[in-house]
C-alpha cells in the first residue's frame, strides 16, 4: 500500500537554530501533503497545507517565516523549523494524499533545549 | 465550521471483550467519516471509513456505523486483543480523503486488559 516515509524519527536541537523535517511519499505522487502538530495526549492539528510547486497555505495562528514549508517534487515536502525555541518542542506529523486517500509519516519528535 | 466530539477519551476494556467509540459532528454536509489508529510514538493509520451514504461498514473485527440524521458515527471493535491498544481519532470531512476540512476529535485512548 501506498507509503509515507518521514525523516528524521527525533531530533534535538539547541534553541535559536532550525530544524528541516522530510517527508516523503514513496510509491506515489502526492501533489498537496499536509503538515500537523501534536501535543501529547491531543490530537492532530492541522498547520498547513503544503502544494507541489507554489505556495503552502497555513491554518490561522500559524507563523509561516517560522514554518518554512517547501515542496519542490511531487514526492517531497519539507518542513523547517527555523529558530527554533523550547514552546516548538512537539511531535510534527506529515500525510500525504493518495488519489482519495490520506496517509501519514511515523512524526518527527522534535525537543529544543 | 466543523466540530468533532469524541468520547470517551480513555477506555479500559478486558481482553475479547467489545469497545465502542462515539463521535458526533456539527457540519451536516460533511460526507466522510475515517477512523485512525494511533500507536504511540508513530503517525495515525487509516483502519476503516464511511461514507455518508452508507449506514453501516465492517471490516473483520472493524465495524463503523454513521447516523446522518443524528449526526453521530461511531467504532466498533470487537473480540478485542492486546495489539488494540492505541489511541484512536475519528474525523469529519466535507472532501472524500481530503485533509483540508478533515476536522479529528480530540481521541480515545483504548486500553484493553489481559
Known amino acids: 500500500g501506498a507509503v509515507v516515509s518521514q525523516h528524521p524519527s527525533r531530533v534535538i536541537c539547541k534553541s535559536g537554530t532550525s530544524v528541516k523535517i522530510e517527508c516523503r511519499s514513496l510509491?506515489?505522487?502526492?501533489?498537496?501533503m499536509f503538515w500537523y502538530r501534536q501535543f501529547p495526549k491531543q490530537s492532530l492539528m492541522l498547520m498547513a497545507t503544503?502544494?507541489?510547486?507554489?505556495?503552502?497555505?497555513?491554518e490561522q495562528g500559524v507563523e509561516k517565516d517560522k514554518f518554512l514549508i517547501n515542496h519542490a517534487s511531487l514526492t517531497l515536502s519539507t518542513l523547517t523549523v527555523t529558530s527554533a525555541h523550547p514552546e516548538d518542542s512537539s511531535f510534527y506529523i506529515c500525510?500525504?494524499?493518495?488519489?482519495?486517500?490520506?496517509?501519514f509519516g511515523n512524526g518527527t519528535r522534535l525537543t529544543v533545549t | 465550521g466543523e466540530n468533532v466530539e469524541q468520547h470517551p477519551s480513555t477506555l479500559s476494556v478486558q481482553e475479547g471483550d467489545s469497545a465502542v467509540i462515539k463521535c458526533t459532528y456539527s457540519?451536516?454536509?460533511?460526507?466522510?467519516f475515517p477512523w485512525y489508529k494511533q500507536e504511540l510514538g508513530k503517525g495515525p493509520q487509516l483502519i476503516i471509513d464511511?461514507?455518508?451514504?452508507?449506514g453501516e461498514k465492517k471490516d473483520q473485527r472493524i465495524a463503523v456505523t454513521l447516523n446522518k440524521t443524528a449526526k453521530h458515527f461511531s467504532l466498533h471493535i470487537t473480540e478485542t486483543q492486546p495489539e488494540d491498544s492505541a489511541v484512536y481519532f475519528c474525523?469529519?470531512?466535507?472532501?472524500?480523503?481530503?485533509?483540508?476540512?478533515?476536522?479529528f476529535g480530540k481521541g480515545t485512548h483504548l486500553i484493553i486488559q489481559p
Open positions: 464511511i461514507r455518508s451514504n452508507v
Open positions: 500525510s500525504a494524499r493518495d488519489s482519495a486517500f490520506l496517509h
Open positions: 503544503s502544494n507541489e510547486g507554489s505556495k503552502a497555505t497555513y
Open positions: 457540519d451536516s454536509a460533511s460526507n466522510y
Open positions: 510509491d506515489f505522487q502526492a501533489t498537496t
Open positions: 474525523a469529519a470531512s466535507l472532501v472524500l480523503g481530503g485533509a483540508d476540512g478533515l476536522t
